[in-house]
Structures are given as C-alpha cells and as structure tokens.
C-alpha cells in the first residue's frame, strides 16, 4: 500500500530523526555527511526510507534498533520490552483477577472496579450498532455478569482534568510576565505525546506541559483514594481497571508517579483497550446487543451517572474548547457562545482565536499527529509559536482514532471514523463546573479548589529523558 506520506520530509534537527506512515513511526538513522540544517527523506511506496542529499543523491537509511527507552508510544509499533508491559496490563490478567475472586470468600476478594471511556464506548457502539447509551448499559451488564463490582464513565473524571486545566492555564496567562515558559500551555492528557516530549526535548517542552492529570489518572485517584475511603478498603484491596482507546494509557498508569509505595498498588492496575474488551466478549460467546442493560454506577451520593456524558469539543475530551471558553470569560469578560475552528495545514492542525478590535486577545490550536507535533515543536524551538495553548493528541484525528480501537473489516476506516464520531457525539454533554457530584467532592474529599490534596490528587509531574551519549546517540 502506498504510504499517505510518500514524498519529501523536511528535518531541521539533524539529532532528531523520523519516518511517520499511516501506522507507525520508523526510526532511521539520518546521515549527516549528506547535508546540513535540512534534511530531506523520501519514503517509497514499499516503505524503504532514502536520504536525498542537496546534489539530489539518495541514499537508503538504516533503520535503527530501539528498546523501550526508545519507545514513543506511538501504538504503531511494539517492542519486546513493551510486549512485557502490556502482557501485564491485559484482558488476560483482568479474567486472572475475576477468576481469583471466585475462589475465595467474599470477604477477601479484591473489588473490582472498571472506568470505561467514552471513546471505547463509541467504537463498542459502531460495532454492534447500538446507541452509545445502550452500549454503557449492556457493557456494565457485561462486566458485572463477568464479576466487576462497579462501572464507572471515565466522562465523570475527565470534569476535573477540565477544571484543573482550565484553572491552571488561567493563572498560567496572568503569570507570563514573570516566567518565558508560562505559556504556551500544552495539553497532557496523551501519553503518546508525552512520552515523546519527555525523550525528545524534555527540557524544552516539560515547563510547557499542563500538570492536570489526565481523566485516566484523575479516575485512579477517584477510585484509590476517595472510592477506598468511602468503602473502608486499602487502596491495594481494589483491582481497578480502565477501557481506553489505545495501548499508550497502559504506559500512562504504568508511571512510577502514579504507584503508591505505601500501598504498593497503581492507582489505576490495569488498561484494556477497546479491542480487547470486544476479545472478551468474543471469547466469553456474547453479543452485547443482547444483553440486558442496567444502569453504570455513581461515584458519589449527589452524581447522576446511571447514563454516560460527555463534553463539548471533540472526541479527544475538549481540552481545547473548555479552557478557550473559561479563558475568554475569567481573563476577557467574553461569553463565548460558539468556538469557530480554522484549518491551518490540514485538518488536524487548527487554530481557534479571541478578537476584540482587531486585536488578538487568545491564540489556541488543536496539533494532532506526528506530523504536526513536529512543526509545533520546530515554531517552540526556533521561539515562534504564536499560540497561547495547543491541545496536542498522538493520534491523526485524535482520540477516537487511537491504536486500541476496534476496526471494521468491511469498512473503510474514514468511513467508521465519522461513524464513531457521530455516535460519540450523541451522548448527552455536561458543563464540568455543573456535573453534580464534582463541588460536593472537592468540598468533601479534595478539601478545596487550589488545595494541597488537590494538587497531590489532580496534578502530576514530567521528567526529562536525558540523551544517550553512547552508541548509536538514537533517540526520539
Ligand atoms: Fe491515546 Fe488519544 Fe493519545 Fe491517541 S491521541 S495515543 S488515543 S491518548
């Protein structure tokens, strides 16, 4: 198959190198002999990639061997070491626990809780041709009948990662006359992206990255902390599982910031992507249309649940569209009714702006993909990114397109694109300063907006991956 990026690449770091396709990103090793500042890469339809030098003379690149050190999480491509990881976070490990429980009395079994995201609830959805809420109703049925005691929408914590984020850049914006990396603010809610940023430009990108948690972490706090208190449980008593559109969220909970030494437990124990939930129903001879529905599970006393949300903004959770809103209101005294997208490259890149007489007073943009992370990187490094927050996704088109969903044979996956993202945009949206439920825990369990528990429980940190200074010197 030809590759969507057949032609040249321009690279203007030579230290850097890449190889986007359709599926994954290769590694090549750039010769530096055969230019300077720019490098040129041409990939042939066989998915060979050559150099072309300035007297226009190619050269086939190696291609470079890389561990997980190397790794982008992509979800293109799986490396041995990765294999190791998401063999521990598997639906094989999740039927492990369920099939533990059995065997012991009710009182020693591990509660087993399962948050399932609402773009792995539209990719269920396109599949069985059913509505989304039906979907979360009959997946709850499912989990429960396989042995989950609680199912939760990940939408309930995704409030929180918006309010976080929409707080922080606020205070970000009246800060940027004291510090040079105020902003622009980027979104972190992806661990592709943030892996990359960690192994590639740590330094450079780190002070930008948002410290909100993203609504897997968030979730894992809801469920460890607030959930285990409200059920006089340790958090290590509770198996906590999450449904997530791609392998790069196993990495995510995987983080060292995100295991409890006192307890020895990962706030979140296991990622299963959408495709293997539906391995699971496969392998369990179900079709969830058949099942019955029953109603998804409310963290707390005043929280609605019983049927799935959502957010305005896209299906990679409106990061962008939430803190433009919130922005524009706290910083502008604007009430912005409608946000008007437009494109800049491509699709995938697009700009949203705040006016008031011909002056800009917000600059925000959407950067999803590789291709166009790497220009958002090259306008930081050269000191030319005009923008005041980018929400930046891994994935061409974002979240509902991650590596972990499911994908119709039948059917061209533009196609079952639009499809899901028509189903996911049926479900009903909320305001997250209106979800009832979220005042009453940051009242009750986060003791406060801005508070110290707040920032333990809803904020993470970053760390720089320092460059190999042996070896091939390979790194993303
Ligand atoms: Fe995962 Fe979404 Fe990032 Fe893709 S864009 S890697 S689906 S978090």
Same mark, same amino acid.
């Given at each position: 198959?030809?590759?969507?990026?057949? +032609?040249?690449? %321009?690279?203007?770091?030579?230290?850097?190198?890449?190889?986007?396709? /359709?599926? #994954?990103?290769?590694?090549?090793?750039?010769?530096?002999?055969?230019?300077?500042?720019?490098?040129?890469?041409?990939?042939?339809?066989? +998915?060979?990639?050559?150099?072309?030098?300035?007297?226009?003379?190619?050269?086939?690149?190696?291609?470079?061997?890389?561990?997980?050190?190397?790794?982008?999480?992509?979800?293109?491509?799986?490396?041995?070491?990765?294999?190791?990881?998401?063999?521990?976070?598997?639906?094989?490990?999740?039927?492990?626990?369920?099939?533990?429980?059995?065997?012991?009395? !009710?009182?020693?079994?591990?509660?087993?809780?399962?948050?399932?995201?609402? %773009?792995?609830?539209?990719?269920?959805?396109?599949?069985? /041709?059913?509505?989304?809420?039906?979907?979360?109703?009959?997946?709850?049925?499912?989990?429960?009948?396989?042995?989950?005691?609680?199912?939760?929408?990940?939408?309930?914590?995704?409030?929180?990662?918006?309010?976080?984020? %929409?707080? @922080?850049?606020?205070?970000?914006?009246?800060?940027?006359?004291?510090?040079?990396?105020?902003?622009?603010?980027?979104?972190?809610? #992806? !661990?592709?992206?943030?892996?990359?940023?960690?192994?590639?430009?740590?330094?450079? &990108?780190?002070?930008?990255?948002?410290?909100?948690?993203? !609504?897997?972490?968030?979730?894992?706090?809801?469920?460890?902390?607030?959930?285990?208190?409200?059920?006089? =449980?340790?958090?290590?008593?509770?198996?906590?599982?999450?449904?997530?559109? #791609?392998?790069?969220?196993?990495?995510?909970?995987?983080?060292?910031?995100?295991?409890?030494?006192?307890?020895?437990?990962?706030?979140?124990?296991?990622?299963?992507?959408?495709? @293997?939930?539906?391995?699971?129903? /496969?392998?369990?001879?179900?079709?969830?249309? @058949?099942?019955?529905?029953?109603? &998804?599970?409310?963290?707390?006393?005043?929280?609605?649940?019983?049927?799935?949300?959502?957010?305005?903004?896209?299906?990679?959770?409106?990061?962008?569209?939430?803190?433009?809103?919130?922005?524009?209101?706290?910083?502008?005294?604007?009430?912005?009714?409608?946000?008007? *997208?437009?494109? =800049?490259?491509?699709?995938?890149?697009?700009?949203?702006?705040? @006016?008031?007489?011909?002056?800009?007073?917000?600059?925000?943009?959407?950067?999803?993909?590789?291709?166009?992370?790497?220009?958002?990187?090259?306008?930081?490094?050269?000191?030319?990114?005009?923008?005041?927050?980018?929400?930046?996704?891994?994935?061409?088109?974002?979240?509902?397109?991650?590596?972990?969903?499911?994908?119709? !044979?039948?059917?061209?996956?533009?196609?079952? &694109?639009?499809?899901?993202?028509?189903? *996911?945009?049926?479900?009903?949206?909320?305001?997250?300063?209106?979800?009832?439920?979220?005042?009453?825990?940051?009242?009750?369990?986060?003791?406060?907006?801005?508070?110290?528990?707040?920032?333990?429980?809803?904020?993470?940190?970053?760390?720089?991956?320092?460059?190999?200074?042996?070896?091939?010197?390979?790194?993303?």
């Amino acid at each position: 198959m030809a590759s969507p990026f057949s +032609g040249a690449l %321009q690279l203007t770091d030579l230290d850097d190198f890449i190889g986007p396709s /359709q599926d #994954c990103i290769k590694p090549v090793k750039v010769d530096k002999r055969l230019g300077s500042g720019v490098a040129k890469i041409h990939i042939e339809d066989d +998915g060979s990639y050559f150099q072309v030098g300035h007297d226009g003379g190619t050269r086939k690149l190696e291609k470079a061997k890389i561990s997980l050190d190397d790794c982008l999480a992509c979800s293109g491509c799986v490396t041995s070491a990765e294999t190791v990881l998401i063999t521990q976070q598997s639906h094989e490990e999740l039927r492990k626990v369920l099939d533990a429980n059995k065997t012991v009395a !009710p009182g020693q079994q591990r509660l087993v809780v399962i948050s399932v995201s609402p %773009q792995s609830r539209a990719s269920l959805a396109a599949r069985f /041709q059913l509505n989304p809420t039906d979907t979360a109703r009959k997946l709850t049925t499912f989990f429960k009948k396989l042995g989950a005691h609680y199912v939760f929408d990940t939408a309930f914590s995704r409030n929180f990662s918006l309010l976080e984020s %929409q707080r @922080e850049f606020v205070r970000r914006f009246r800060g940027q006359a004291d510090s040079k990396q105020a902003l622009p603010v980027l979104t972190s809610a #992806c !661990p592709g992206w943030i892996c990359y940023a960690e192994k590639t430009h740590g330094t450079l &990108l780190i002070p930008h990255l948002s410290t909100a948690r993203s !609504p897997q972490q968030v979730m894992g706090s809801l469920v460890k902390d607030f959930f285990a208190q409200q059920q006089r =449980l340790t958090p290590d008593k509770i198996y906590h599982v999450t449904v997530m559109p #791609c392998y790069d969220k196993k990495l995510e909970a995987s983080r060292p910031d995100f295991f409890s030494q006192e307890h020895q437990t990962r706030d979140v124990d296991c990622v299963v992507t959408t495709g @293997e939930v539906f391995k699971l129903l /496969q392998e369990e001879g179900v079709l969830l249309s @058949e099942l019955e529905p029953t109603p &998804l599970d409310s963290l707390c006393s005043s929280g609605s649940a019983q049927e799935p949300t959502s957010h305005q903004g896209g299906g990679s959770g409106g990061y962008l569209e939430h803190v433009f809103r919130h922005a524009a209101q706290e910083l502008f005294g604007v009430h912005v009714t409608e946000v008007t *997208y437009r494109p =800049l490259r491509n699709k995938d890149f697009q700009e949203v702006t705040l @006016e008031r007489e011909g002056q800009v007073l917000l600059h925000f943009a959407m950067a999803y993909g590789f291709r166009n992370i790497q220009n958002l990187v090259q306008k930081l490094k050269r000191g030319r990114c005009p923008y005041h927050y980018v929400e930046v996704m891994a994935c061409p088109a974002g979240c509902l397109n991650g590596g972990g969903q499911l994908k119709a !044979p039948d059917t061209a996956d533009k196609e079952l &694109l639009q499809h899901v993202e028509r189903l *996911y945009s049926m479900v009903r949206t909320e305001v997250p300063e209106d979800v009832p439920g979220v005042q009453e825990l940051y009242k009750c369990w986060l003791q406060g907006e801005g508070s110290e528990q707040a920032g333990r429980l809803l904020h993470t940190s970053y760390h720089a991956v320092e460059k190999a200074t042996s070896g091939l010197s390979i790194r993303w």
